[in-house]
């Protein structure tokens, strides 16, 4: 793997000279604007496919560089992109077995992106030769310090070759349809296999309700598009094998186990797009927060902010303008949690098509003279002064288990209720624990636990083979470990255990879960903890026993009150604690304020306003007020990193308001010791 080296954060965005190839006074215009602007890095060439290659064969490259030449002079970085995103129509006429085929055997027609299939060789052999085209004119120009394949890589296609892919992929994992049977369990309905032929993707007119097969196609779709990344990539890494790889990812995407398909990028980046404006601006914080730590956390390494916007988008139900100061405030945002650049989508508005009102630095006006553009100004002014973190890693000593293929397993588990609401129970418990002021990262079950001193883990509903041993071993070894229902119910081909939930946690927890009462969404129960207070839950409610468990609270409603709904089981040096039930927030809130100074877990900032966020990142720590109102924040012993203040004490912040302190030693957190 190559890794990304900028010396510098980069600044810029998404930028498509090849739709103004008629108007070369605007590339010289761009050129200024984006020198004004403190831009310093642009990804160019994205989905220009048409403009690179507009007839079969036939390259028209000198475009480009002339493109990349002016940016060089201009001190600008270009990240190099592939068009593989989406096909010339020339393409799809000529070849239409590129184009995905629908669940139930339709082809698509020409249009939209993404409409190809990762498995076609005609598709792969377009690509791999447009790409070798593009490393062999441009791998060594002066501007270009990256590749950017593709975009943002989703969706599937159920087309013959995919169908022949998918029973390879069964075969190599299964070995037998014995093995496979039974781990499907398909004698139930009768549908067991007796040829491999039989088996198909998930369709509406053919098989949906074998869980085991939604679950093995869905890690198909992720194998595939991770092997076709490998071989666009194949070209790129022979022909350039100083440039990194990367390609764009999304914000909660479930499409993909982004966990494998980082493996085959040399660093993570990532598309940014929170709802400002819509609703409680602390919960729309707290989402892209933890979309920022899921990146970073992916490669345990810097990511890039590939896009956001600076200043609305199209596609929401209703596109917010961001408000006075919260340009700069998210931008932080992302660098305080790993990122190194702040880019966007787009850098000039297109003139037509789906996306001409979607935000741009540069506004249809054309010039500087826009509230937009100023905001962007100040984050190309601030950037540089930040340049100490650049390439910095906050050192989390708690981590949020995130697991795709648990998600997946989750969605299609059909009982005790259709909506699990498993991500807003992640969630839930990813703002309590940043309310504590602490950094986290977001891990999935084939992560390493070693470093972590608290793993939070709600709605762990399937363990795949080794990971209850692996939890086993992170508590008895001294960590804290937190679970929530349904905990430990399937195995990885989605068959339940046998021998009483939660499976092969059960020792580890102390606990057995003999049923589970699913709650309408207007219904609630009561937890009533040890010491008297009361809080409310709802969704689902274990019925759980204590084995070895210490119970802290018990149901105080129907007829499980006075059952165990929160227990701590001490084994070894660590404890396992196990939530029975959907707490409300101020449970949460109270509960990791226990646990995390007894996982010896020191916060960045302690007592935390709400909706003011506190990270470190190196030796700087990031105090981001997206409160919507004034706020009073204890700030850390250092010096501010903007004004060479001594900090300490009680500060005010203003509404979008931010603090950036260099803390005065690196023992100050024991995070990071």
Known sequence: MTELKLPFFGHGGDYNPDQWLDRPDILEEDIRLMKLAGCNLMSVGIFAWSALEPEEGHFTLDWLEGVLDRLHEAGISVFLATPSGARPAWMSQRYPEVLRVRPDGTRNLHGGRHNHCFTSPVYRRFVQRINRALAERFGKHPAVVGWHISNEYSGECHCALCQGAFRAFLKDRYGTLDALNHAWWTGFWSKTYTDWEQLHSPSPIGEESIHGLNLAWKRFVTHQTVDFIRAEAEPLRALTPNLPVTTNLMEMFGGLNYYELAAALDFASFDSYPR??????????????????????????????????????????????????????????????????????????????????????????????????????????????????????????????????????????????????????????????????????????????????????????????????????????????????????????????????????????????????????????????????????????????????????????????????????????????????????????????????????????????????????????????????????????????????????????????????????????????
Request: with cysteine; proline share 5%; hydrophobic share 40%.
């Open 276 to 673: 400002w404006g819509h609703g409680e601006a602390e919960q729309t914080a707290l989402g892209a927060a933890f979309n920022y730590d899921w990146m970073r956390s992916l490669k345990q390494k810097p990511f890039a902010l590939m896009e956001s916007t600076p200043s609305q988008v199209n596609w929401h139900e209703v596109c917010k303008l961001k408000k006075p100061g919260m340009h700069v405030l998210s931008s932080l945002q992302a660098v305080a949690h790993g990122a190194d650049t702040v880019q966007y989508f787009q850098w000039r508005k297109s003139r037509g098509a789906s996306e001409k009102f979607h935000g741009a630095v540069v506004d249809h006006v054309g010039h500087e003279h826009t509230r937009t553009f100023r905001d962007v100004q100040a984050v190309g002014d601030l950037l540089p002064r930040l340049k100490e973190v650049l390439g910095a890693m906050p050192g989390a000593k708690a981590a949020l288990m995130f697991d795709a293929e648990n998600r997946w397993a989750l969605e299609d588990c059909q009982g005790p209720r259709r909506d699990m609401r498993h991500d807003e129970t992640v969630l839930s418990h990813y703002r309590a624990l940043k309310r504590q002021g602490i950094d986290l990262d977001i891990i999935d079950e084939t992560c390493s636990f070693d470093k972590y001193r608290l793993i939070a883990a709600p709605m762990l509903y399937m363990l795949r083979p080794g990971v209850g041993r692996r939890l086993e071993a992170f508590v008895r070894g001294g960590g804290t470990l937190v679970c929530s229902c349904p905990t430990g119910r399937v195995d990885e081909d989605d068959l339940c255990f046998l021998g009483g939930f939660p499976g092969p946690l059960r020792s580890i927890l102390g606990i057995w879960a003999e049923e589970t009462d699913a709650l309408y969404d207007d219904e609630r129960n009561g937890m009533r903890t040890a010491d008297g207070r009361v809080y409310t839950c709802g969704t689902l409610c274990d019925l759980i026993h204590a084995e070895g468990a210490e119970t802290l609270a018990t149901y105080t409603d129907d007829f499980y009150a006075g059952m165990p709904c929160v227990t701590v089981n001490r084994c070894g040096a660590g404890r396992a604690y196990y939530i029975a039930t959907c707490p409300d927030a101020a449970f949460l809130d109270d509960f990791y304020g226990t646990i995390i100074p007894e996982a010896s877990i020191t916060p960045v900032v302690c007592g935390l306003p709400e909706g003011v966020q506190a990270t470190r990142r190196g030796n700087t720590a990031f105090i981001l007020n997206f409160s919507g109102t004034a706020a009073e924040v204890a700030l850390p012993q250092g010096v501010d990193v903007l004004t060479g203040e001594i900090t300490g004490g009680i500060a005010a912040l203003p509404v979008n308001g931010y603090r950036i302190i260099r803390l005065k030693s690196k023992g100050v957190d024991a995070q990071n010791g």
